[in-house]
């Protein structure tokens, strides 16, 4: 039986730098992290961000693989010095471990820390059967809470999308460029989970749960902002690294600095993640709002994510 | 009677963003801040770095207020396009503010974030009298935690002491591009007992504690690094956050990716500060080592900083 392929990408935005030690540890120590028999292709996925310490250079990688922008840019209209530098490093990844690949691989894992207080989370991109049940898999392994992120047209683009099957690994609260404990523990026990869950379906031998459990993706919030377009008001002390934790409307949502209150608005019992993610004040995002949803295990998901296995 | 002038910088690292957001909120609201009487001129520091969200652009700005350093951008062989562009700012900074500029300020504060659990505190560099009451009436006050930084030839050019009296505010833990109510409050109080003990010293109704409190500056401690110069180890989690929390010899330090522990090795008693501070990382500090002593307060002290304060 041939050994399910699983490429793993550390540090798609550079300032993210817990994934990226963790797999230089790995490389040096081969049992730091159990592969259950998997084949895995570790990569930086944005080494040059990585060696500067930003996020990005010229656009955020993990929403550079858009079709329309990796079209483009391989056309022979376009120089590649005319290419944003991530959306050449996204080519570059899909041409070596996309379908077709000298080092093809049928799964991806995208390791992300963020100053979201996420805990150890997953995030599924749309709804792909082989997605769900992997996502599944390791929800019954782990607990994990899924934000399921789709259908938002101003966040396309993400990196995992660009695999038959995929996810990411979402772990915080880390500021950016600080190594700590938990997130490397957090990273390494998630990574393990999705390396047994790839080897258990591949044999046959998937323990499923009988149903998935997702924070569906509705929206996000931006701060309020005064005429001059600059944010006057900040998270609410009851909001702060209140992710996963439901809202009611009228509960306080943003505060100003004169101490007045800006309730939450919109819907009971929506979820909020992402609260005050750095990295998310430059797209306006100060929090996302989900809906919490449980779903009846489908036998198409486990189907689509053995045959997937099995094609390699 | 003249007011105290006091310039408070904010920003002068650009990712540290909470003081700017609280001093731009402040312009549009008066009586956000306390000021007791003071004169104040706030500004921010690195107004090219925050725009961008960045530390600094060619050097750090709070290590570039050397003498030297300053003395050479400004000599005529240096074309100002050949000066890193945070000399020429500690260049204009000081020529504006500094003795003898056009808004000329006595005292100053440097508002900082970090992403050490440093809570509220000081940061008091070498022992200059005036700075050393200054320190005492806010302690005396808040109680708040003092670091005192002295003879460090590795560390040098620290905006405060381009002024005649000064001293840094250091507020977290927060992550770099985060605003928190928390560290918002923190450092409102402490810049308004600032003004304060600058009113109440001008006016001689100063309430000196008996004694002043500091952490004073040893040296600091890197990361383990393999042969190849890159760190193998993270703070041990009994170590992470626990800033001002004396060590004893044998105490867990770092751990490295297998779970072996590296154990502190120094003295007992000495009393770790600006653990895991992201930017420190450049430096080559996973934490700086200081030794608590307790200071009867000096008539010096407090004839130095009125006698500052009335010079204007």
Redesign the interface.
Same mark, same amino acid.
């Given at each position: 039986m041939p050994s399910p392929r699983v490429l793993v990408v550390a540090g798609t935005h550079g300032n993210e730098i817990n994934a990226p =030690?963790?797999l *230089? &540890? =790995?490389q &040096? #120590?081969p049992d730091?992290i159990q592969t259950h028999g998997c084949e895995v292709h570790p990569v930086i996925g944005n080494p040059e961000a990585y060696a500067k310490?930003?996020r990005y250079l010229d656009r955020d990688l993990n929403r550079s693989f858009q079709p329309g922008l990796l079209r483009q840019a391989g056309s022979e209209r376009n120089p590649p010095s005319q290419v944003d530098r991530e959306v050449q490093r996204a080519i570059d990844l899909i041409s070596r471990y996309g379908i077709g690949g000298i080092d093809a691989c049928g799964v991806v894992i995208d390791l992300h820390s963020t100053?979201s207080s996420m805990g150890n989370s997953l995030v599924v991109h749309g709804r792909r059967p082989a997605d769900l049940a992997l996502a599944a898999l390791v929800q019954g392994r782990l607990g994990l809470p899924i934000y399921l992120h789709e259908a938002d047209p101003d966040q396309q683009g993400f990196l995992v999308e660009s695999w038959p099957c995929g996810l990411a690994i979402e772990v915080g $609260? +880390? $500021? &950016?460029? +600080?190594?700590?404990?938990?997130i490397?523990t957090q990273t390494r026990l998630a990574l393990e989970a999705v390396f047994e869950a790839c080897s258990d379906a591949l044999a046959g031998r998937a323990r499923y749960p009988n149903q998935l459990v997702v924070h569906r993706h509705l929206g996000s919030l931006d701060l309020p902002r /005064?005429p001059s377009g /600059?944010?006057?008001a900040?998270?609410?002390?009851q909001r #702060?690294a209140a992710d996963w934790q439901p809202m009611r409307g009228g509960d306080p949502l943003f #505060?100003k600095?004169?101490g007045s209150c800006v309730p939450y608005e919109g819907a009971d019992g929506l979820v909020p993640v992402f609260i005050?993610e750095?990295?998310y004040? *430059?797209k306006a995002i100060a929090l996302s709002l989900t809906h919490r949803e449980c779903w009846p295990l489908s036998y198409e998901w486990t189907e689509a994510f053995q045959a997937q296995l099995s094609a390699g």
């Open positions: =030690w963790l *230089e &540890q =790995w &040096q #120590q730091l310490g930003c100053t $609260p +880390v $500021p &950016q460029m +600080v190594r700590h404990h938990k490397l /005064s /600059s944010p006057d900040f998270l609410h002390p #702060q #505060q600095a004169d005050n750095a990295a004040a *430059e």
